[in-house]
């Protein structure tokens, strides 16, 4: 009977052991799982803030920047921002991670999608036609990335330092971010008009040499529209195709174009049109026309043109 007493107790204390150490392995793998988790965030953050080093670098100074390089390199800031997005999305957060996780994923959708916009207001910006609106547009942008800072400062790093102190874990804390650097300077329109005012070609560019657009053809669906009257099915929403030329010797860019038709003006826009080279903007006709209608159709001119008459043109077309 002793002998059996001391082996059910040495099998118990066995037990024990075992119990013990799998459950210090458990935590272990939860702790690891943390600090793996703290790192990949402090990881992409260090990422994040080296964009905006180079964003708001460019922006402050763009140095010898065209229109073009400049606007290139803010769509590679935007390419960047939203592979940060995608990572994070993508990250294993432990359970207890679980709202720094969603404040997170809140973080970086503001900042993907501000830098979104900004990239696509930015040639209209920096061009002449609606280059007020789209400025406006871009410092409504850097509010947003604002509030993203601000969540990540209240939120994020907070709740992750926070979980990671209930469970023991040092030296792990996760870095600060913040995206949108000196308080609320860019908030303002008139400082986001000035910076984008240095970019060479802008606005506040040489307006030398030879500059001009050319409207060199219109299409309603894919009938194209010329002297004689046109006829257009209306069984499906219409859409005014405008080709546009640029016949001078620069690059344009943020060129407006307005289709009237039955007192109704609708607009578009084309980002960027180089020397010699044609692009095409679409409008839809909504409601689309019935019967008989006239269509004009309108290109805005450039800074330094000279000759405007062929930006314009009118059509009879009949929607039935």
Same mark, same amino acid.
């Given at each position: 009977?002793?002998r059996r007493a001391l082996a059910l107790g040495a099998g118990l204390l066995l037990l024990i052991?075992?119990?013990?150490?799998?459950?210090?392995?458990?935590?272990?793998?939860?702790?690891?799982?943390?600090?793996?988790?703290?790192?990949?965030?402090?990881?992409?953050?260090?990422?994040?803030?080296?964009?905006?080093?180079?964003?708001?670098?460019? /922006? &402050?100074?763009?140095?010898?920047?065209?229109?073009? @390089?400049?606007?290139?390199?803010?769509?590679?800031?935007?390419?960047?921002?939203? $592979?940060?997005?995608?990572?994070?999305?993508?990250?294993?957060?432990?359970?207890?991670?679980?709202?720094?996780?969603?404040?997170?994923?809140?973080?970086?959708?503001?900042?993907?999608?501000?830098? #979104?916009?900004?990239?696509?207001?930015?040639?209209? &910006?920096?061009?002449?036609?609606?280059?007020?609106?789209?400025?406006?547009?871009?410092?409504?942008?850097?509010?947003?990335?604002?509030?993203a800072d601000a969540i990540y400062a209240t939120v994020v790093r907070p709740e992750i330092d926070?979980?990671?102190?209930? $469970?023991?874990?040092?030296?792990?804390?996760? &870095?600060? %971010?913040?995206?949108?650097?000196?308080?609320?300077?860019?908030?303002?329109?008139?400082?986001?008009?000035?910076?984008?005012?240095?970019?060479?070609?802008?606005?506040?560019?040489? #307006?030398?040499?030879?500059?001009?657009?050319?409207?060199?053809?219109?299409?309603?669906?894919?009938?194209? /529209?010329?002297?004689?009257?046109? %006829?257009?099915?209306?069984?499906? #929403? &219409?859409?005014?195709?405008?080709?546009?030329?640029?016949?001078?010797?620069?690059?344009?860019?943020?060129?407006?174009? =307005?289709? %009237?038709?039955?007192?109704?003006?609708?607009?578009? %826009?084309?980002?960027?049109?180089?020397?010699?080279? #044609?692009?095409?903007?679409?409008?839809?006709?909504?409601?689309?026309?019935?019967?008989?209608?006239?269509? @004009?159709?309108?290109v805005d001119t450039v800074p330094g043109e000279e000759v405007s008459e062929n930006n314009e043109?009118?059509? =009879?077309?009949?929607?039935?």
């Amino acid at each position: 009977m002793l002998r059996r007493a001391l082996a059910l107790g040495a099998g118990l204390l066995l037990l024990i052991l075992i119990v013990l150490g799998f459950k210090a392995c458990l935590d272990t793998r939860a702790d690891r799982a943390l600090s793996d988790y703290a790192e990949d965030v402090s990881q992409i953050v260090a990422e994040t803030d080296q964009t905006s080093k180079d964003f708001f670098g460019k /922006l &402050a100074d763009p140095g010898a920047l065209s229109v073009t @390089e400049f606007t290139a390199e803010v769509n590679a800031d935007r390419s960047a921002m939203d $592979n940060y997005a995608s990572r994070v999305d993508g990250l294993d957060a432990p359970g207890d991670m679980s709202r720094a996780q969603t404040a997170l994923e809140l973080t970086y959708e503001l900042r993907s999608s501000a830098m #979104t916009e900004i990239a696509e207001k930015l040639p209209t &910006a920096l061009g002449d036609a609606g280059a007020a609106k789209a400025t406006a547009g871009i410092a409504r942008q850097m509010q947003k990335l604002l509030a993203a800072d601000a969540i990540y400062a209240t939120v994020v790093r907070p709740e992750i330092d926070g979980v990671l102190a209930d $469970n023991g874990i040092e030296g792990s804390d996760v &870095a600060e %971010s913040v995206f949108l650097p000196d308080g609320t300077k860019w908030l303002e329109e008139d400082t986001v008009a000035d910076a984008l005012g240095a970019v060479s070609g802008s606005i506040a560019g040489d #307006t030398s040499g030879i500059h001009g657009l050319g409207l060199v053809g219109v299409g309603v669906n894919g009938t194209e /529209l010329g002297e004689e009257v046109a %006829s257009v099915s209306t069984e499906e #929403t &219409a859409e005014v195709e405008v080709e546009v030329e640029n016949q001078g010797e620069s690059t344009e860019n943020g060129i407006g174009v =307005t289709v %009237s038709v039955g007192g109704t003006e609708l607009e578009g %826009s084309i980002e960027t049109i180089g020397a010699g080279e #044609t692009s095409v903007v679409s409008i839809p006709l909504t409601p689309t026309p019935s019967g008989e209608v006239t269509l @004009e159709v309108e290109v805005d001119t450039v800074p330094g043109e000279e000759v405007s008459e062929n930006n314009e043109a009118s059509f =009879t077309v009949l929607f039935e």
